[in-house]
Structures are given as C-alpha cells and as structure tokens.
C-alpha cells in the first residue's frame, strides 16, 4: 500500500483483516461545519472519526499540536490501530485534511498508512455506499510509537532558518494569506509569510476533484518554488493540518519529504518576537 490509494482500490479492501479507515475531516474556523456531526450524516461504511483536535497535545493554546509519543500510543491502541494496521484517512472536503492523520502515524513510526486520493467527494460521485450514524466501537489493540523527531519542526528552529535559510520553508496557505492581501481565519493574526519562505498553495497540487496532480506535475510545481533537493524542506501552513499536503507531495513526486513545521502560522503570526513579510509572490 503506497501513501495515496484510489476509492476503486478501497472498494475492494473494505471489511478486509487488518484495514482501518478514518475521517480525519477538520473544518477552519471560518467554515460552517463540524467534522464530527457530517461524519454521522455519511461516511465511509465501516470508518470511524479521527478527531486531530484529540490527537494533540492538550498541554497548549495552539490547535491540534502534535502529541507525546505515550499519547499518540495510547490514542492510537484505543482507536483499535496496532503496528500491523492499514491505515487510510479521507476527509469530506476531497483532499484538506486527511493527510495529517498520514503524516501523524508516519511521524509515529507507521509506515502503513495512506490518503484517499478525491477524499468522500468522489467515493460518493462514484455511487459507492455510504454510511449514517455513529460507528461501532473499536476494538482496542496495542500500538508502540517509534517518534522520528527529524521529521518536525518547532519555531525555535524556523527562527533558526530565518538567519541561516539551511532549509526551505514551503507555505502551503493561499497566496493571498501569504502575501498578507487576505485576513487570516484566525481573529487577531498577523497576516504575511515567514521571511524567506516560498508559497505553494495546496489547491496547485490537486486536480478540481481533489484528487492528486500527476508526480510529474506536482514535482514541476515544487521545483518552480525552488525544490531541487539542494536543501531540506520544511512545510508550513495555517495550524499544521494542508502543510502535510505539501508533504504528502513531496513523496508522491519521490523528493524527500523533509519536516513539517507545526505550529505552523498559529503560533507564528500569533506571537509579537516572530518576523513577517508581507507582499511578495
């Protein structure tokens, strides 16, 4: 199992030993929805929801941070997730945020773990069933994390790269949150861009459907931000969650994948010891 499968592929490994498949469905603070609630108006038959507001560190202000690696463990074996596991994410919006439960168990040590590419849009454009109500109650295994702390970042080592640009940041947020034209989501942030960072808007990865562009193209894309794999990347968004896409990316095109910075712009524009930009494409 590779990091992205088709609906056709999970259509037929549904119900199969071993295969787990959650909503890891996260709205912004901005949009009218709850992840939870459309979850129990239609999911994937057999899925249950991976809430990344509980697969978090509770210990901060910041949203959905990474967690311990003994939280994560704890989490993840009452989720009914062992180290033999499939694991598939999707999300209800084709491709946002379902590649942060990815990038979280890859984080972990989880190797087995995919992105629904097109999400629950296109599982449910193909006729494929769907599902209501709450999901049955997982039966609970054992999961050992192994942290790969090369993989994340924190802002002591973005404030590290601002001077030394040893790394190149990838802002995967719209361009016009980067160039600080558009408010952020988030009442009260700053608006602009890390100094020195690139912006590679997720949506300019993925195809209208939300499914993945071909390698080639996402990889053209990344190069044109200045991915060459001269340096390592980091990737940054607004809270952590489309960065991962950037990630995800990253892997599909066969460069490798770098960090993911997780505070991301909540805990960068959020502070007053942090640089911005603004205005520059």
């Known amino acids: 199992m590779g990091p992205l499968v088709t609906t056709e592929w999970l259509a037929g490994e549904l119900g199969k030993p071993g295969l787990l498949v959650f909503d890891a469905t996260k709205y912004l603070p901005n949009e009218d929805k709850d992840g939870k609630a459309e979850f129990l108006k239609a999911h994937i038959p057999g899925a249950r929801y991976f809430d990344i507001d509980e697969v978090a560190d509770t210990d901060t202000d910041l949203p959905h941070m990474v967690p311990s690696p003994g939280r994560f463990s704890k989490l993840m074996s009452a989720m009914g997730i062992g180290n033999a596991s499939r694991v598939v994410f999707y999300d209800q919006k084709g491709l946002a945020s379902a590649a942060r439960g990815w990038w979280l168990m890859g984080l972990f040590g989880h190797d087995q773990a995919a992105v629904l590419d097109g999400g629950l849009p296109k599982w449910v454009k193909e006729g494929r069933a769907t599902a209501t109500g709450a999901a049955s109650a997982p039966t609970p295994s054992v999961f050992q994390a192994d942290f790969r702390a090369t993989r994340l970042r924190g ?37 602009g861009h890390i100094p020195g960072s690139a912006n590679v808007p997720y949506t300019e990865l993925l195809n209208g459907d939300g499914t993945f562009r071909p390698a080639a193209e996402v990889k053209a894309r990344l190069a044109a931000a200045g991915v060459d794999g001269s340096l390592p990347v980091v990737t940054s968004c607004g809270s952590g969650v489309t960065a991962c896409i950037l990630t995800l990316g990253l892997r599909l095109s066969g460069l490798p994948e770098g960090a993911v910075y ?15 930009e603004t205005n520059r494409s």
Not at 263 to 273: A, L, V
Request: proline residues 8%.
């Open 262 to 276: 997780d505070g991301s712009w909540s805990e960068w524009g959020g502070r007053s010891d942090t640089p911005v």
């Open 155 to 191: 802002v002591g080592d973005v404030l590290l790269n601002v001077a030394s640009q040893a790394e190149l940041v990838l802002d995967a947020r719209a361009a016009g949150r980067f160039t600080g034209a558009t408010p952020e989501p988030r009442p009260g942030m700053r608006s």
